[in-house]
């Protein structure tokens, strides 16, 4: 026994010397756990952060608008059926009339015009004629548009309806599809095709024709370009005089949207038509920095500020291609949107 212990105490030794080793692994190995935890943490943290950050601004603009607690939880409910989310309901024009011409479609929901009313008159009441119409239901009393050969004007509109007058006989009967025509300003013309509900005649002469509402009128192009939304920041540099030199003050606004030769850009800066501008924007996966404009128009908005109507200068063709190629990507993206819905 007494050989025995000079060799167990080595055995002993051997494994008092390894144990600092397999202990320094094992902590190496814990802060290796660590460090993918807190790498998973911060990969996921950053989409969460964005959703609650976009569920604060939708409750804080729906609260500004006087718009309540029931009304957040029904735009909820609209945006989920949808497949999107409720901040670009009331924030993007596009996702507003698809994901609430879904909704209307929906038997049994009395609540649900009443409250795309509201919606509408909250966020997206007064639209550009530069602007594409996404639904009849954008349309406002007193437009004109033909009914058929007919002139009509627009008496009314809601949400379920479109009602126009016109001087003459139609000679349609509810169920029949009634074509109709109109033009947006100097941008386009529409063809839109609506299911007939009601034909009242007003007097000797006159009818008034009741509509279901077009959900995706044709769009006949009137300009060279077309335009497309873009709702992005833009940067502003105003020019001289004679467009001598640039002035050192830049000035910010949103793109409304985009066209080859042009641009509308809401800002609350002042500009006058006449002045001459250097715009700095991305769109369609390009830079663009000091492209020239000239501003041909103003529109005054009712919240303030106004929309600016440029036309872009000369481009070199590099410029060019490129806006053209922007503009083509947007474009196609926007039709893909209204077809299979919004990415993601």
């Not at 105490?9 to 320094?24: C, H, N, T, W």
């Not at 409720?86 to 009443?114: H, I, K, N, Y």
């Not at 996404?134 to 058929?148: K, N």
């Not at 009509?152 to 001087?167: I, K, N, S, Y």
Request: with cysteine.
């Amino acid at each position: 026994m007494a050989d025995a212990d000079p060799v167990l105490r080595f055995f002993e030794s051997l494994g008092r010397a390894f144990r600092p080793k397999v202990e320094l692994a094992r902590d190496v190995e814990l802060g290796l756990l660590a460090l993918v935890l807190f790498l998973l943490l911060l990969f996921f943290s950053r989409p969460l952060r964005r959703r609650i950050a976009r569920a604060r601004r939708f409750r804080a603009l729906l609260d500004e608008r006087g718009l309540g607690r029931a009304d957040r939880r029904q735009v909820e409910e609209i945006a989920d059926e949808a497949g999107t989310d409720p901040l670009s309901v009331v924030e993007r024009r596009e996702e507003f009339e698809r994901a609430t011409a879904r909704a209307l479609q929906r038997p049994g929901q009395a609540g649900t015009p009443p409250l795309v009313h509201r919606l509408r008159h909250a966020f997206f009441d007064l639209v550009p004629q530069s602007a594409p119409l996404l639904s009849s239901r954008e349309l406002h009393p007193g437009a004109l548009l033909a009914v058929g050969a007919l002139p009509a004007r627009v008496t009314a509109v809601t949400e379920e309806v479109l009602a126009v007058a016109l001087q003459g006989d139609p000679h349609l009967a509810p169920g029949d599809t009634a074509s109709v025509a109109l033009s947006r300003g100097r941008e386009a013309r529409y063809q839109l095709r609506c299911q007939v509900r009601s034909v009242e005649q007003a007097s000797p002469d006159g009818f008034i024709v009741q509509l279901q509402h077009d959900e995706a009128p044709e769009r006949i192009q009137a300009r060279a370009a077309v335009r497309v939304p873009v709702h992005t920041g833009v940067g502003l540099t105003r020019l001289a005089p004679g467009g001598a030199g640039e002035e050192e003050a830049a000035l910010l606004g949103e793109l409304v949207d985009l066209s080859n030769g042009g641009a509308l850009v809401a800002t609350r800066a002042r500009v006058s038509p006449g002045e001459h501008f250097f715009l700095s924007f991305s769109a369609g996966g390009a830079r663009f920095e000091k492209v020239r404009a000239d501003l041909l128009w103003v529109e005054p908005l009712p919240s303030g500020g106004c929309h600016a109507h440029l036309a872009f200068g000369a481009l070199e063709p590099a410029v060019g291609s490129r806006l053209e190629a922007a503009v083509a990507t947007l474009d196609l993206r926007r039709q893909a949107e209204r077809k299979f819905g919004p990415e993601g």
